[in-house]
């Protein structure tokens, strides 16, 4: 146990581990950031229950949705260059950029893209395992009906954070993994991030996913076949790396 840990006591790691038996998960890492100090980081649990390898700060974990974050920051970026406006229609950026609905098409912006408000479900089995390129992805929402009216409703949506990784590539003349590598990870030093599971898999140290069936913590596949909608839940990151 690290010298941080028993200065946050006893009582928070047995908060942990006892919040990981409720919820029959297997392993997590965990960190408490303030001011900018680390004053935690540290691994609970197994990796892989298997081959009992523990969960450690460098375990590689696919962060899911929390890639969007990435993607938001992107486009601020491109705010900040001065070559993006939050408020100005998707359309003028993307000419062909279309929606079911017209009203949407013409008014929808890129913070819109972000806040899961245009009035679309989630639709996905439109992208889950479909081997479709972004911008192939980014055409066919013409085709998928809305549910609520523009700016109603909140409903959450990855198809709309892959229109926001495509703007990204429109606007800088980069891929999104690029753009992504260059402006944010690198000048981080996040060495033990990446784009897809095929990537993390290289690593000795990654975390295997399981799955909750009845009372039993079974081994499930990874996600694959993803990258189309990597904007929305592609990344696989470390602890480590997340902290900075």
């Not at 081959?51 to 890639?67: D, E, K, Q």
């Not at 909750?212 to 076949?225: S, T």
Request: net charge negative; glycine share 6%.
């Amino acid at each position: 146990m690290s010298l941080t840990t028993l200065a946050l006591g006893q009582d928070f790691t047995d908060f942990v581990t006892t919040t990981m038996d409720e919820w029959r998960v297997p392993g997590l890492a965990l960190a408490i950031v303030k001011d900018s100090e680390v004053l935690l980081s540290q691994g609970f649990g197994q990796r892989d229950l298997s081959a009992r390898l523990p969960v450690t700060p460098h375990t590689r974990f696919a962060i899911g949705s929390a890639t969007k974050a990435f993607t938001a920051m992107a486009l601020a970026m491109l705010v900040d260059d001065g070559v993006l406006d939050w408020n100005v229609p998707v359309k003028h950026y993307l000419p062909s950029f279309q929606l079911a609905d017209p009203v949407a098409t013409a008014h929808i912006t890129p913070l819109d893209l972000l806040i899961h408000n245009a009035g679309l479900p989630s639709y996905l089995l439109a992208w889950y395992n479909a081997p479709l390129s972004r911008r192939e992805l980014v055409e066919r929402l013409a085709s998928l009906e809305p549910t609520k009216d523009f700016r109603s409703t909140w409903q959450y949506q990855n198809f709309l954070y892959t229109v926001a990784g495509y703007l990204v590539e429109v606007l800088s003349g980069q891929p999104w993994e690029v753009f992504i590598q260059q402006r944010i990870l690198t000048p981080l030093d996040m060495t033990g991030t990446t784009f897809s599971v095929q990537e993390s898999l290289r690593f000795s140290d990654c975390a295997r996913p399981y799955r909750q069936a009845g009372n039993q913590i079974q081994p499930m596949d990874f996600y694959e076949r993803f990258q189309a909608v990597g904007p929305a839940g592609s990344i696989n990151s470390t602890l480590v790396d997340m902290t900075r």
